[in-house]
């Protein structure tokens, strides 16, 4: 008799938690009934590097990323606008951070597709241009048209209700699918879908279902990797790791303030002292907290000259500290070559110098090999990974930075929560 009662309170609790889920997720590209003629904007992932006019292959997943989203928009006979940006531009136009050079690598995505481009600042003194409205009404049904950087515009940084209104007036549906954005506030993430019809892309419904489905119940043992630069931007994610994680280990100018805070001499090395003060509040003995043993360092100046290892506490007043040393190297394979579940974000040194870049590229190795379900996110950890040509062999290549370390830290984005309103 008790079993009945208990398999009744079971089925009705699993219920009432599947309904309260599907209550919470917002509404996704494939539950649009009818988008045939429809002018739909789609917020891609276009913050790519271009090198001599040209993207590398591995930065191209970016913008493969939301293949499927513009696929299928174009299979059922929407007109496509890509809506996206790159680099900071501080609301100005700015040659060098164009979108012109992702053109080609769009139309190579989609062979057989007609892709426009509108190369002018689009909104200005408070409307949409005349050229741009021109450009928008050419855009057929099953065409794609790109605009240019959304950056170039004041107001998408300022999240201008007026710029969303505008935009969302001239089209149907608004797209969300590009995840390394969701962490932000700005009118292209959180306005436009305040005035329309707003849904999830499939290629941000994927990555947040695999994020899900590794991290929320992550296998033990569970190992956070951090560096990079700005620690001022991790800090929260820090705190928050180190009650979910088994280990943590510390690399890149990031492990230089906390060595700092734990009053190790830095040199001249890339810090932030005024995090110090935060950065103390976290249990730094923590015996899950790894920095690293050994570095190379090297006198800072314009070469670079002279580079050597030393232990950790015998860097001197004018020597940078670049990288994690072999030491390093070989105490964090050993702790990863454990681990069940890695997540890592942010170089280990500066390893866009050669010189630099061994802790990095031993690290990157020592990932891919693994038996773990390997989590890896962040644009310059991407690029790092990608030049070894190791980003196949990862579980998961997430294409936030900023936005994997906001939704490791368990924080609903912004980006997200602007679908499920209405
Ligand atoms: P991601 O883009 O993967 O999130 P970040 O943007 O946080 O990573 O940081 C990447 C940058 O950090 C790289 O450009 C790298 O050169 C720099 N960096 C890492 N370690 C050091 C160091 N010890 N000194 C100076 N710069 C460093
Ligand atoms: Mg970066």
């Not at 913008?63 to 513009?70: F, I, K, Q, S």
């Not at 190579?108 to 509108?118: A, D, E």
């Not at 964090?332 to 010189?355: C, H, Q």
Request: hydrophobic share 40%; with cysteine; aromatic share 6%.
């Amino acid at each position: 008799m008790y079993e009945y009662y208990f398999v009744v309170y079971i089925t009705i609790f699993l219920v009432s938690k599947i309904a309260h889920a599907k209550k919470h997720l917002p509404m996704q590209l494939t539950d649009l009934v009818n988008v045939r003629g429809k002018l739909v904007w789609v917020r891609a992932n276009m913050d790519i590097p271009v090198t001599h006019g040209r993207v590398a292959s591995y930065d191209r997943l970016r913008l493969e990323r939301n293949a499927d989203t513009v696929q299928w928009l174009i299979r059922h006979g929407a007109r496509v606008v890509l809506l996206g940006h790159r680099g900071r531009p501080r609301g100005r136009r700015n040659a060098n951070l164009s979108l012109q050079p992702l053109v080609p690598v769009i139309k190579r995505i989609f062979p057989g597709t007609s892709i426009g481009w509108h190369g002018n600042v689009w909104y200005r003194h408070g409307h949409i241009t005349t050229a741009a409205e021109t450009f928008l009404d050419s855009i057929l049904p099953g065409e794609v048209g790109v605009l240019e950087n959304i950056r170039f515009i004041p107001e998408e940084k300022e999240n201008d209700r007026e710029f969303a209104r505008s935009v969302a007036q001239h089209g149907d549906i608004y797209v969300q699918d590009a995840f390394s954005v969701c962490h932000r506030v700005s009118a292209s993430t959180v306005g436009i879908p305040r005035y329309t019809q707003a849904v999830m892309g499939k290629g941000l419904a994927r990555e947040l279902v695999q994020l899900e489905k590794y991290l929320a119940c992550p296998r033990h043992p569970y190992v956070a990797m951090v560096g990079g630069a700005k620690i001022s931007t991790k800090l929260g994610l820090l705190q928050h790791i180190l009650t979910q994680a088994d280990q943590v280990l510390l690399g890149g100018a990031l492990a230089n303030t906390i060595l700092q805070a734990q009053g190790v001499a830095i040199g001249r090395s890339l810090a932030e002292p005024k995090v110090l003060r935060t950065v103390k509040k976290l249990k730094l003995t923590n015996k899950k907290l790894h920095v690293p043993l050994d570095v190379v360092v090297a006198e800072k100046n314009s070469t670079y000259h002279h580079s050597r290892i030393c232990a950790v506490g015998n860097v001197r007043k004018r020597e940078r500290i670049l990288d994690i040393g072999p030491e390093t190297v070989a105490l964090y394979s050993t702790i990863l070559d454990n681990a069940k579940t890695i997540v890592w974000n942010g170089p280990m040194g500066f390893f866009e110098d050669a010189r630099f870049a061994k802790g990095t590229r031993a690290i990157g190795r020592a990932v891919s090999t693994v038996h773990a379900t390997t989590i890896i996110g962040g644009g310059e950890t991407i690029a790092a990974v990608g030049a070894q040509r190791r980003l196949q062999d990862m579980t998961v290549v997430s294409v936030g930075g900023g936005a994997l370390l906001a939704w490791l830290e368990g924080k609903q984005l912004p980006g997200i929560r602007a679908l499920m309103k209405k």
